[in-house]
């Protein structure tokens, strides 16, 4: 009989760890990874508030040093989170056209040196515990107009904390703020200079990097508590955002990693391929969820493609029975999917459009459903208590009913528009946006 294992983290010197690999007190004080515990979105004891406003529900709110996109990370009482904070005045001038040629540049390229680092919020009252500088550094490349220079998550085990600012090195830090080790990571050079954004993962005792850009992509993975690269391969790849994430099959530790060219399964001890698959598309943002013996990995940028494969793939599974289902139709872009319960949810490309499947059999429960006062989506949504919760670009969130039919619960709207996803823990949530930091909680 085979089994697979959602695996963090492979000792027992963490609280709240189980058999099954899976924190099992999550909801009450963990939010390790960017998209939570167990890499699907889900705080499964988690139950924040339905409503709120800028009056109502706003346990405590906090102006933050920058713009970006990344969602913070949690455990226990401490929040951590990455900004890129200009050291002055960015007086940008436009690409010449020799670069616009090259390069497709989006943005013109900075100017100043940016402070790349590491805060470590209290939970209880956002105040700030520490602040430390990963890097300082003029940015090689600019980044599209709605990303920033501080787009990926952290990832913690609750003893250090890894972040990945991408060109600018992989850092760790104990949770106390302590610099533990720092590697230097290639300088990319991204698509149309888009930015970059894909967070690193933890798998055993390895942190995995995936570097996917116009240049040489590869993927590395580090020891977690010296920094020592234990191996790297190249990759046939242009650039991807997606985060890799990791999963035990009969034993054997993983990590999955979304590509345009192909989807792959890396041995996490070797880095041999445990298996590949073709079939998804340009411009692979969203991230990967398991459930049901199987990864769910989709792309939409410019043609849509959801394909469900089994865990206990070998070899190249293109076109084989190892895909048990597909859709070619209302993929997202930028939002990653998210899989509650038996039921898998996802944005169609970045609009306000939202279907929802059977996450075992593929079978249809909607699709094409508008999500009302919504309209361009960034953020990828969480679920707890039974709800779903989904932020706009324009400061609305919609609370949903997890559920076969859509249900409108709630519709919050705040003074910030979100492009980071929804954190939940415990009873409290936590939005990102573009001015603040929200604790939202029954008051």
Not at 154 to 164: A, E, L, R
Not at 214 to 219: A, C, F, L, P, R
Not at 349 to 371: F, N, P, V, W
């Amino acid at each position: 009989m085979r089994t697979y294992r959602v695996t963090v983290v492979l000792s027992l010197l963490f609280a709240g760890l189980t058999a099954s690999g899976v924190y099992a007190d999550a909801a009450d004080g963990y939010w390790p990874t960017w998209r939570g515990p167990n890499f699907d979105g889900v705080a499964v004891q988690g139950n924040p508030p339905t409503t709120w406003s800028e009056t109502e529900n706003i346990k405590w709110k906090v102006e933050m040093p920058d713009a970006g996109e990344c969602t913070p990370i949690i455990w226990g009482d401490k929040i951590f989170i990455q900004t890129a904070v200009p050291t002055a005045v960015d007086k940008r001038v436009p690409a010449t056209a020799e670069q616009k040629s090259e390069r497709e540049i989006f943005t013109p390229m900075p100017t100043v040196a940016y402070k790349f680092n590491v805060m470590c919020l209290d939970r209880e009252t956002g105040e700030t515990i520490w602040e430390r500088t990963a890097r300082e550094e003029i940015p090689h490349e600019g980044h599209h107009p709605s990303s920033s220079l501080a787009s990926y998550s952290p990832v913690t085990d609750g003893k250090y904390v890894w972040v990945s600012f991408g060109s600018r090195g992989l850092h760790c830090y104990d949770v106390d703020g302590n610099h533990k080790w720092s590697v230097d990571l290639p300088e990319m050079l991204t698509f149309r200079a888009f930015g970059e954004g894909s967070s690193p993962a933890l798998a055993g005792d390895a942190i995995i990097v995936v570097a996917d850009h116009e240049g040489d992509s590869k993927i590395f993975a580090f020891n977690k508590n010296t920094g020592e690269l234990l191996w790297e391969r190249d990759r046939d790849e242009g650039t991807s955002w997606a985060t890799p994430i990791p999963v035990e099959v009969d034993g054997k530790l993983q990590v999955i990693t979304s590509g345009s060219n192909l989807i792959r399964s890396y041995d996490v001890e070797t880095g041999d391929i445990v298996w590949q698959c073709a079939g998804l598309t340009r411009g692979s943002v969203p991230s990967p969820v398991l459930g049901f013996d199987k990864v769910y990995c989709m792309t939409g940028f410019q043609d849509s493609s959801v394909l469900a494969i089994q865990l206990s793939a070998t070899g190249d599974v293109t076109g084989t029975d190892a895909v048990v289902w597909q859709l070619d139709e209302g993929a997202p872009y930028l939002p990653s999917p998210l899989l509650y319960g038996d039921k898998i949810y996802f944005i169609e490309h970045m609009k306000a459009i939202l279907s929802c499947y059977k996450a075992d059999t593929g079978e249809l429960l909607y699709e094409g459903q508008r999500l009302e006062g919504l309209k361009q989506m960034y953020s990828s949504p969480t679920g707890a208590g039974g709800k779903i919760y989904i932020a706009g670009r324009r400061g609305t969130t919609l609370v949903l009913k997890h559920s076969d039919t859509y249900e409108v619960l709630a519709s919050n709207t705040l003074d910030d528009g979100f492009d980071a996803s929804p954190v939940v823990v415990g009873d409290e949530l936590f939005l990102k946006g573009e001015k603040y930091l929200y604790c939202i909680a029954e008051q």
